[in-house]
């Protein structure tokens, strides 16, 4: 027996070898430096023999203007994966439950929008939402406003195109966390004659939630790690993480500044993550 159990954790080490060695080249040796680099003297260039210094986290830390960026980014990632998520739940429970032939090609049609680029998504939210965009020009016409709203170029803007270009992904998120919903026991429900809504607020909202966490999850990290939407969007005036590590790391090239603001972005990640889960396990329970 022992010779037996030893050579299937020797083959079971070599299949887990090639990912290992991949994950670790892709991985944890990029994050490995990006520590070590948030760790290197402001203005300083970054390599190995750098001295250890935690200047860039005290100017971090120590300075309100990176406090409000990060509040920008918690901020954004809330005012995005709420109505996302609440937009896309009934498509999904929609999806989720449909029985027709075409379910497939709605389902193709609802992601479809992945296919594109979220850079050209973005230009055309900027056509759509700008001073003299499609928005703007119709209300002039119809005499509704005699100057333009302010859609574009703000927090606003990019908000609303940061929620339609992210939906796919919660569309997606949500259809696969919806296999614990169970048609027999709604029918069942009404077949004692519960209301409708009673029957959504008891048995189908609950037992979708670890669905709803999982797409909530999803959308919040890509709003709060987005850069080209807010950068595009926001014209220079919306100040979040991802546009501060890229103007550190190629206008200023502080690239420790710009290390240590990447980790404090994965804090935050990791922050969320750790919520999630105990979410999850307190619906569990």
């Not at 119709?138 to 609303?160: E, M």
């Amino acid at each position: 027996m022992r010779p037996t159990t030893r050579h299937s954790r020797l083959l079971l080490l070599a299949l887990l070898l090639p990912g290992l060695l991949t994950l670790g080249i892709t991985f944890a040796a990029p994050l490995a430096w990006l520590i070590r680099a948030s760790f290197s003297p402001i203005g300083s260039m970054i390599a190995p023999s750098a001295p250890w210094s935690t200047s860039a986290y005290a100017a971090v830390l120590f300075d309100p203007f990176y406090w409000r960026v990060a509040g920008n980014t918690l901020w954004l990632g809330l005012m995005v994966s709420l109505p996302a998520v609440a937009l896309a739940y009934p498509l999904a429970l929609f999806l989720h439950r449909s029985t027709s032939r075409w379910k497939g090609v709605l389902t193709a049609l609802a992601i479809a929008p992945l296919l594109t680029s979220s850079v050209v998504r973005t230009y055309g939210w900027m056509v759509l939402l700008g001073d003299r965009g499609v928005i703007n020009a119709t209300l002039q016409a119809l005499s509704l406003t005699t100057t333009p709203w302010r859609l574009s170029n703000n927090t606003l803007g990019a908000t609303l195109a940061l929620i339609e270009i992210l939906m796919p992904y919660v569309i997606l998120a949500m259809l696969s966390g919806f296999g614990r919903l169970s048609q027999p026991l709604e029918e069942a429900a009404q077949m004692l004659v519960a209301a409708r809504w009673r029957v959504f607020l008891r048995i189908t909202l609950p037992l979708s939630l670890p669905g709803v966490l999982t797409a909530a999850l999803l959308v919040f990290v890509l709003a709060i790690s987005a850069f080209v939407t807010p950068r595009l969007m926001g014209g220079g005036r919306v100040f979040v993480l991802g546009t501060e590590i890229f103007s550190e790391a190629t206008v200023t090239l502080n690239w420790p500044l710009a290390a240590a603001l990447s980790v404090l972005l994965l804090v935050l990640f990791s922050s969320v993550i750790v919520l999630y889960q105990r979410a999850l396990r307190a619906l569990e329970q």
